[in-house]
């Protein structure tokens, strides 16, 4: 937080001097919430120009938090964030639409050739992590924890789980209403790949919606629901939801921070990432704007509800950023050479 | 007229006994009338109900930092600046645009153009066209303005789709106007020698204006509370600044709605209610705006 604040660089040695001492304190003592020291420039209050982002609604609020605070040190500089979804945003992420893309899975082979098609290269950043949460109605007192196996039985294609009995023949010969996001949404395409595997879909008899807080509504309005979002939607909501433990092979594990960081909430707790268009990042104020953000991305994800990466990720990513703004960095993809810079 | 003047001879000879054709038709009058009253009751209390429901979420987050602070991440930070700067853009934009546009096509309509074929088709699809649902007019918004003519996602683009969805209830709305200005004004006006402009412009327009005022009023109040077609043609989603111009990013009151709605925190829903609020003040101050311009014509109305 006073990091980024704590003082203006003046022009004397002294005050140069200075400044490097209150720095290494200062990133010392930031060493937990971020491991990355930001000093903005002294020029940066006369960066302008427009940064676009788009993507994901999971990853959305982190970037919008980032933009808020970028705005307080170089207001000369327009940052937009839109939520089309993950696949809607790598739509015109490749397009060369935008330059940073907000996503909640990694980007798709299908997406990656639009990219190369189009001649966009791009460096990807780890920013943060979420967790699926598996939530059912508070009434509902016989699902504790669910394996990765029933879970696939449940909501695969063609599907012959219908009640509760079919995935244990103790619980009751109820139907089970299901509830999740929709097909353009990062959130659900991670839990296919995590559950069921492969490139393949759901069963559709479900109740989708791109608003998290109506499948929130959903499931505690009906005691026979099950439903997956993202583990900010249960923490808001834990009075009227029912927190499902996941079975990945390990034994019964519940989401929370420390399950989720060091990944025993396993399959369900997956990364989230910002694609950058390598182009954009050759302008100042997308360099400075990326600099800010892997510097603060870890303290603002707590703060809008996720939880931070472990420190050594923003570490490597720094050094990514660093590498691709001096020129020497490799573009995460398209990786072929065939590649063509848009004109 | 004939069964009135029956019951009247009755009345003059025996004492009162109405007939069972008079109790029916009584009955049938007072069933309908306490219907109609349910009906009422039914809109009033749908509309009080939700008014109810957004002003006790949302009083409480009313307040100048609302007014003035661009969006936040953190509740009692978060405001609706852009958002409010860039739902009056729009609107004034497309007033701008569809005020003139529309009242011409309607003069056009029913002071110049013929009983013709071709004007009865023009005719059947302005009317077709009111019933359009908006999102398809930020499909073609997004083509025709912001792909084609190479705008790019920027308030004129916006302001233009929005001009385009009012445009028929305008020209319908001033077409019937034009239409109940009685023809003696233009035959007396005619006879004296006016040309077809000097008769529509001194004339008709005068006293047509308030009906005219009333249908843009309410067809523009309406875009203004519009989000598929804003989020179609491109509306930012999140933005800090209020936009500068007609080439600006923008955002707009129902897409901060929508947006805060979508957050986990029950407090950005609340905020949202706050938002309603506001845009509800926006449309009331239009609507009254609207309603003494209106006045002020019919007052100034020579016949």
Partial sequence: ?343 | MSVAGREMNHAEGAPLAPSPGLVRRNVVGTILSVLFLLAIIVAVAALVTLLWTIVSRGWSWLSWGLIENPPSRRPERAGLNPALFGTIWIIGLTALVAFPVGVATAIYLEEYAGHSRLTRILQVNIANLAGVPSVVYGLLGLGVFVEFMNMGRVVLAGALTMALLSLPVIIIASQEAIRAVPSSLREAAYGLGATRWQVARHHVLPAALPGILTGTILSISRAAGETAPLLVVGAAGFLLKRPEGLFSSYTALPIQVYQWTSRPQAEFRELAAAAIIVLLVVLLVMNATAIIIRQRASRAQRW
């Fill in chain 1, 1 to 343: 937080m006073s990091v980024r604040r704590r003082i203006h660089a003046g022009a004397t040695a002294l005050a140069v001097a200075l400044l490097l001492a209150v720095s290494v304190v200062a990133a010392a003592w930031a060493q937990e919430a971020t491991p990355i020291p930001y000093t903005p420039p002294e020029n940066v209050g006369d960066l302008s120009g427009q940064i676009l982002a788009d993507g994901s609604s999971t990853v959305g609020p982190i970037t919008e938090a980032v933009a808020e605070e970028f705005f307080a040190i170089a207001p000369g500089v327009e940052v937009e964030v839109n939520i089309s979804g993950t696949g809607g945003g790598f739509k015109r992420f490749c397009a060369g639409e935008t330059d940073i893309q907000d996503a909640s899975r990694p980007i798709s082979e299908e997406e990656i050739e639009m990219c190369r098609e189009a001649g966009v290269q791009y460096y990807t950043f780890e920013v943060a992590y979420d967790g699926l949460s598996i939530v059912v109605n508070p009434e509902n007192d016989f699902v504790e924890c669910l394996t990765v196996d029933q879970l696939r039985q449940l909501w695969e294609a063609d599907s012959a789980v219908d009640s509760w009995s079919d995935l244990n023949p103790e619980w009751p010969d109820e139907t089970i209403a299901l509830y999740g996001p929709g097909t353009d949404s990062g959130t659900y395409d991670y839990f296919v790949e995590a559950i069921i595997g492969g490139d393949t879909s759901t069963r559709t008899d479900y109740t989708p919606s791109e608003d998290d807080n109506a499948l929130v509504e959903g499931v505690a309005g009906d005691d026979n629901a099950l439903g997956f979002f993202g583990l900010a939607y249960y923490e808001q909501n834990q009075d009227r939801l029912k927190l499902v433990a996941v079975d990945g092979g390990n034994g019964c594990v519940r989401p929370s921070e420390e399950t989720v960081r060091d990944l025993s909430y396993t399959p369900l707790s997956r990364p989230l990432y910002i694609y950058v268009n390598a182009e954009s990042l050759t302008q100042p104020e997308v360099q400075e704007f990326m600099r800010f953000y892997l510097a603060s991305a870890g303290e603002l994800a707590a703060d809008v509800g996720y939880i931070a990466s472990p420190g050594e990720i923003y570490v490597q990513d720094q050094a990514k950023l660093d590498a691709a703004i001096a020129g020497t960095g490799t573009p995460d993809g398209p990786t072929t050479a065939d590649a063509t810079p848009a004109s």
